[in-house]
């Protein structure tokens, strides 16, 4: 594990200065480009494990590139290209013998829209499993995706109708599916992008308590739109924003209340109170 | 607020009535009619065609020589013997599409699979036009391919005491050829039509591409692939000059794609092609048949429509 005492300091890295936490992947001097368009520009960013990290910022500050860039899936974009380093268990996961495929396996993600496979219930989270290398017996599959899908609080909402499609649940139940999903590959962190803006209220809700309770277990990194879901369920809040030439950088990082209640910069405390973004 | 609701009525039409009573709109009601026209234009040219077939069809099954049930089961074709089984000519359709559908299904597939899921732009700017002059190539210039160029190559392989100069397996695998863009093209159309999301959910979870190609794409375009698969079909079963040209000239029910065989489609060419008086039975049985073929491709069209919504309502 990367111990923040071994590491080179760097203030604006690391949300809290002198923090002697586990840290559960980090950022160093990340790029990522469109083609010759840069999205998010020379970032440093030390994510703590098990706890909650929201990413905000206006629209097009390079969130979703930042968050991408975690598990590699901005490469699933031709154009997309990245430089610099992002260490997860003192490996850099850019490095040439990296397989993406393993690191997906180890950082899973939740989009923004609810997106269930057309299968049933069962399948949703037992695919994921199967593909992983799954070898128990079917007692013992039936056991994981009870298990995974409690562990994502659907578990009494869909224990009657497993067999039927993931797609006939509502869309914050179909969220919980894809978090299930996500969990039941066991994951060191879960990367969620903007995981409620497609629910209601309530449904936004049961996500955030859930969230909440998965840090036991899991690092959460959250892109958030919304103000107060950062508040609300992070532990710590990187504030993105775009420099003169449109590209995304960390403005500040730091512990949510800090973030919150007494931004360092002012162009963090104008977007947190709401005057630009 | 105050400036601007003045501009506002300064602007407006002095003595404005209110009138909500129905104002006539003629260029609306013309174009509709027009509309309606083009529509009922391509009904009226299916009512033509089947009154036509049936008319003919009516005039051999009347003529008291041949009953439905001796059509569909007689084992022999022989117009000259006054034998009408449709076996042989529906068993070498039959033969031919089956070998078409062998090459263009699993072909056809893989392209589609290709193109969507991994071929570079390059690639793809390089084979999708060359599908598309496979597509655009006249079925006579694939009629003699069969001959010319398949055939020899057969009897190469098996030996020319095995494989007849005329042969089914040689226009079926052509045929394949011919059907395989079409395929090809139906099913990447269907995949591409799988969301994103899809894809991204599945290497979300430490998917390999090909898991996601065919274990979330494919089965999630199901409907689409199994609708090109029935258009293909149909295209195979109606298909008629490679046939004509390559499969063989005479009625010959045998299960052996080295043998020669004719093909419906490629008897009425044949028949057609001869001189007949046009009120002979011989004359009227090519109607026959093509009633026969008429029913067979809209039995496979009404269930294509049924496979696509059967299989989008297990989807979405």
Redesign the interface.
């Given at each position: 594990m990367i111990q923040l005492q071994n590491q080179k300091w760097i203030p604006s890295a690391s949300p809290v200065a002198g923090l002697e936490a586990e840290m559960a992947i980090e950022a160093r001097h990340l790029h990522v480009y469109y083609d010759d368009f840069l999205a998010v520009r020379d970032v440093d960013l030390q994510i703590v494990a098990n706890k909650i990290t929201a990413i905000i910022g206006p629209s097009g500050c390079g969130k979703s590139s930042m968050l991408r860039a975690f598990?590699r899936?901005n490469e699933?974009v031709?154009s997309a290209r990245t430089e610099g380093q992002v260490l997860f268990h003192d490996q850099d996961i850019y490095a040439p013998q990296i397989d993406p495929?393993?690191v997906?396996?180890?950082i899973?993600?939740v989009?923004q829209?609810p997106?269930?496979?057309?299968?049933s219930i069962f399948d949703n989270i037992a695919?994921?499993m199967k593909?992983?290398g799954f070898q128990g017996s079917k007692k013992e599959l039936e056991e994981s995706v009870e298990i995974s899908l409690r562990a994502a609080a659907l578990w009494d909402e869909v224990k009657d109708k497993l067999h039927q499609?993931g797609?006939s649940l509502s869309g914050g139940q179909q969220q919980r599916l894809?978090i299930a999903?996500?969990i039941a590959?066991k994951p060191d962190i879960i990367l969620m992008d903007e995981p409620a803006s497609a629910l209601d209220p309530i449904a936004t809700l049961k996500i955030e308590e859930l969230m909440h309770d998965l840090t036991s277990e899991y690092t959460i990194i959250v892109v958030t739109h919304n103000m107060q879901q950062a508040a609300r369920v992070s532990d710590y809040t990187a504030f993105f924003t775009m420099d003169a030439g449109r590209a995304g950088v960390l403005m500040e990082y730091g512990v949510t209340s800090e973030i919150f209640t007494n931004p360092r910069s002012k162009v963090t405390e104008d977007y947190i109170t709401g005057r630009f973004g | 607020m105050k400036p601007l609701n003045r501009t506002l009525l300064e602007l407006a039409p002095k003595g404005r009535q209110l009138n909500l009573f129905r104002k006539p709109r003629w260029n609306e009601a013309l174009i509709q009619g027009f509309l309606f026209l083009c529509g009922l234009f391509s009904i009226l040219t299916t009512l033509g065609i089947v009154y036509e077939l049936g008319k003919e069809a009516w005039l051999f099954f009347g003529s008291g020589q041949v009953s439905l049930v001796e059509f569909l089961t007689y084992p022999r074709w022989q117009p000259q013997a006054d034998e009408f089984g449709i076996l042989p000519l529906l068993n070498a359709t039959l033969m031919t599409t089956t070998i078409a559908m062998a090459i263009a299904l699993p072909l056809g597939l893989c392209v589609a699979i290709y193109l969507s899921e991994y071929a570079s732009l390059r690639a793809r700017n390089i084979i999708k036009p060359v599908l598309e002059i496979l597509a655009g190539i006249p079925t006579i210039v694939y009629g003699y391919f069969a001959l010319t160029f398949m055939t020899p190559m057969l009897r190469a392989i098996f030996g020319a005491d095995v494989v007849e100069i005329y042969n089914t397996a040689s226009a079926g695998l052509v045929m394949g050829i011919l059907i395989l863009p079409l395929i090809s093209s139906m099913s990447e159309d269907a995949l591409n039509a799988v969301p994103r999301s899809l894809r991204e959910g599945a290497y979300a979870l430490g998917a390999t591409r090909l898991e996601v190609a065919v274990r979330i794409v494919v089965p999630a375009a199901i409907s689409g692939i199994a609708a090109a698969i029935i258009i293909g079909v149909s295209r195979a079963i109606g298909e008629t000059m490679i046939v004509a040209i390559a499969a063989g000239a005479g009625p010959n029910l045998t299960l052996n794609p080295f043998k020669a065989a004719e093909t419906m489609t490629g008897h009425i060419v044949r028949i057609s092609g001869g001189d007949l008086s046009y009120d002979s039975i011989d004359y009227n049985s090519i109607f026959a048949i093509g009633l026969f073929l008429f029913f067979i491709t809209l039995i496979l069209n009404i269930l294509s429509q049924y496979v696509v919504r059967r299989f989008r309502e297990v989807v979405e």
């Open positions: 598990n899936m699933l031709p495929v393993e997906r396996r180890r899973g993600m989009f829209k997106n269930p496979f057309p299968k695919w994921g593909i992983n499609s797609l894809c999903r996500a590959v | -």
